[in-house]
C-alpha cells in the first residue's frame, strides 16, 4: 500500500534578482527583476508502508524542498500530492499526528528544559496515552542509552546528544512515517554510527516508514534498500541501492606492494593515486581488474597485493554529474 504518492509534483520559487551595486539596489526598490526557480521539477513518486527510502542529490537538488511539501510546510506550485491520504499542506491535525520531521539544521527543543521535561511537553502537545509514552521512553532511552542526560538542559548536550533527544521527541507519538532532512550532520562517527542503530531498530521493529536525506552515503548504504536521485530538481534514479552502484561503481582501487625497488609500467588505462619505489596504488576499470593482475603478476616480483572498492565519493560524483537521461 503507497502511503506517500506524488504525481508531476512541482515547487517553483521567484527568486528576485537586482543589479550590481548601489544603483542596482536602488532600482530595485522601484522594479523588481525576478526569475522563476523550478526546486522541484515533475517528481513523481510512491512510498510503500514501511519503506527506508534514501534521498540523495547535491546541493540545492530540490531535497529539503521536497521534504518541505511531504510535511505540509510549504504548498506545491502544481502536481498531485497525498501523504497518507491527506494534502500535507492543509496541516490538520489528524494528519500532522501521523507524520514526524527531524531537520538536523533546524532544532524542535527548548533550551532551557531538560530532555524529561521536554518529553512530557511532547506528551502533552500530541496528547499520547500514559501506555504509549511509558512504554516508548523505556525503550528509546535503553536504545540510545541516555539516561544520565535527563536531567540536564537541553542546551549543554553535544550536537550528538542533542539530535538523538530531536529523534526520541519526534518519535514519542509513534509517527508512521519519520522524515529526516541530515539528521547526521556536523556528528562525529561514533555518533553517526548510533543513529543508524538506531533508526534501524525504530524502522524494522516499529514498521516506521523512514525517508532519508544525507549527504554522508554510509548512512545511505547501510540503511536503505531504495534510493531515489534527485538533481536540479528531477528525479534521475529510482531503484535499488545496489543497483546504483553496481553502474557507478565501475572502478576498482589496487595496491600493490613490491619485492624489490620497482618502476612499473602498464599497458593499461590506469590512473595512479600513489606511486613509490615499492608500492603502487591506481584505480582500474572493473573489467579489466583480471587481466591486470595477471601481467603484474607475470612480470613483478610482488609482496601482497589489495583489491578494494572505489571509494564512496568517486561513485556519488559520477551519479551527480549524469545528466537527466543517461540513467533508467
Ligand atoms: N525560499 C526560497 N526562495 C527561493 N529559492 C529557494 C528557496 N528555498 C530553496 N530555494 C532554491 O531551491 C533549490 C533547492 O533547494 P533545496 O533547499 O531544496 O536543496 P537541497 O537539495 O535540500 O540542498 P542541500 O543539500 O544544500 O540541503 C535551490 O536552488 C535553492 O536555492
Ligand atoms: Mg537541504
Same mark, same amino acid.
Given at each position: 500500500?503507497?502511503?506517500?504518492?506524488?504525481? &508531476?509534483?512541482?515547487?517553483?520559487?521567484?527568486?528576485?534578482?537586482?543589479?550590481?551595486?548601489?544603483?542596482?539596489? /536602488?532600482?530595485?526598490?522601484?522594479?523588481?527583476?525576478?526569475?522563476?526557480?523550478?526546486?522541484?521539477? &515533475?517528481?513523481?513518486?510512491? /512510498?510503500?508502508?514501511?519503506?527506508?527510502?534514501?534521498?540523495?542529490?547535491? &546541493?540545492?537538488?530540490?531535497?529539503?524542498?521536497?521534504?518541505?511539501?511531504?510535511?505540509?510546510?510549504?504548498?506545491?506550485?502544481?502536481?498531485?500530492?497525498?501523504?497518507?491520504?491527506?494534502?500535507?499542506?492543509?496541516?490538520?491535525?489528524?494528519?500532522?499526528?501521523?507524520?514526524?520531521?527531524?531537520?538536523?539544521?533546524?532544532?524542535?527543543?527548548?533550551?532551557? %528544559?531538560?530532555?524529561?521535561?521536554?518529553?512530557?511537553?511532547?506528551?502533552?502537545?500530541?496528547?499520547?496515552?500514559?501506555?504509549?509514552?511509558?512504554?516508548?521512553?523505556?525503550?528509546?532511552?535503553?536504545?540510545?542509552?541516555?539516561?544520565?542526560?535527563?536531567?540536564?538542559?537541553?542546551?549543554?548536550?553535544?550536537?550528538?546528544?542533542?539530535?538523538?533527544?530531536?529523534? /526520541?521527541?519526534?518519535? %514519542?507519538?509513534?509517527?508512521?512515517?519519520?522524515?529526516?532532512?541530515?539528521?547526521?550532520?556536523?556528528?562525529?562517527?561514533?555518533?553517526?554510527?548510533?543513529?543508524?542503530?538506531?533508526?534501524?531498530?525504530?524502522?524494522?521493529?516499529?514498521?516506521?516508514?523512514?525517508?532519508?536525506?544525507?549527504?554522508?552515503?554510509?548512512?545511505?548504504?547501510?540503511?536503505?534498500?531504495?534510493?531515489?536521485?534527485?538533481?536540479?530538481?528531477?528525479?534521475?534514479?529510482?531503484?535499488?541501492?545496489?543497483? %546504483?552502484?553496481?553502474?557507478?561503481?565501475?572502478?576498482k582501487?589496487i595496491?600493490?606492494?613490491?619485492?624489490?625497488?620497482?618502476?612499473?609500467?602498464?599497458?593499461?588505462?590506469?590512473?595512479?593515486?600513489?606511486?613509490?619505489?615499492?608500492?603502487?596504488?591506481?584505480?582500474i576499470k572493473k573489467f579489466e581488474v583480471n587481466k591486470v593482475l595477471?601481467?603484474?603478476?607475470?612480470?613483478?616480483?610482488?609482496?601482497?597485493?589489495?583489491i578494494?572498492?572505489?571509494?564512496?565519493?568517486?561513485?556519488?560524483?559520477?551519479?551527480?554529474?549524469?545528466?537527466?537521461?543517461?540513467?533508467?
Amino acid at each position: 500500500m503507497n502511503i506517500i504518492s506524488t504525481s &508531476n509534483l512541482t515547487k517553483s520559487y521567484k527568486r528576485y534578482e537586482k543589479e550590481e551595486g548601489l544603483k542596482g539596489s /536602488i532600482k530595485s526598490l522601484f522594479k523588481r527583476q525576478f526569475i522563476m526557480k523550478d526546486a522541484v521539477d &515533475n517528481f513523481s513518486i510512491d /512510498i510503500r508502508k514501511g519503506e527506508f527510502v534514501g534521498l540523495i542529490g547535491p &546541493n540545492g537538488a530540490g531535497k529539503t524542498t521536497l521534504v518541505k511539501m511531504l510535511t505540509g510546510i510549504i504548498a506545491p506550485t502544481s502536481g498531485d500530492i497525498t501523504v497518507l491520504g491527506y494534502y500535507p499542506n492543509k496541516l490538520q491535525n489528524e494528519y500532522k499526528k501521523q507524520y514526524a520531521v527531524v531537520m538536523g539544521q533546524k532544532s524542535q527543543l527548548f533550551f532551557e %528544559l531538560t530532555p524529561s521535561d521536554t518529553f512530557v511537553l511532547f506528551k502533552e502537545l500530541y496528547n499520547i496515552p500514559d501506555k504509549i509514552y511509558k512504554e516508548n521512553i523505556e525503550y528509546f532511552i535503553d536504545l540510545f542509552d541516555i539516561k544520565d542526560l535527563l536531567n540536564v538542559q537541553v542546551r549543554t548536550l553535544s550536537l550528538g546528544e542533542r539530535m538523538k533527544m530531536e529523534l /526520541i521527541v519526534s518519535l %514519542l507519538h509513534n509517527p508512521t512515517i519519520l522524515f529526516l532532512d541530515e539528521p547526521t550532520i556536523g556528528l562525529d562517527a561514533i555518533a553517526q554510527k548510533q543513529i543508524r542503530h538506531f533508526l534501524k531498530e525504530v524502522n524494522e521493529k516499529k514498521d516506521t516508514t523512514i525517508i532519508l536525506t544525507s549527504h554522508y552515503m554510509e548512512d545511505i548504504k547501510s540503511l536503505c534498500k531504495r534510493c531515489i536521485v534527485i538533481n536540479e530538481g528531477k528525479k534521475i534514479y529510482d531503484g535499488s541501492l545496489k543497483s %546504483l552502484f553496481a553502474r557507478y561503481q565501475t572502478h576498482k582501487m589496487i595496491t600493490i606492494l613490491f619485492e624489490y625497488e620497482s618502476s612499473i609500467s602498464l599497458p593499461y588505462d590506469i590512473e595512479i593515486l600513489e606511486s613509490s619505489p615499492y608500492k603502487i596504488s591506481f584505480m582500474i576499470k572493473k573489467f579489466e581488474v583480471n587481466k591486470v593482475l595477471k601481467y603484474i603478476i607475470e612480470n613483478y616480483e610482488i609482496a601482497d597485493i589489495s583489491i578494494e572498492e572505489e571509494d564512496i565519493g568517486n561513485v556519488v560524483e559520477r551519479i551527480y554529474s549524469n545528466k537527466v537521461g543517461d540513467i533508467e
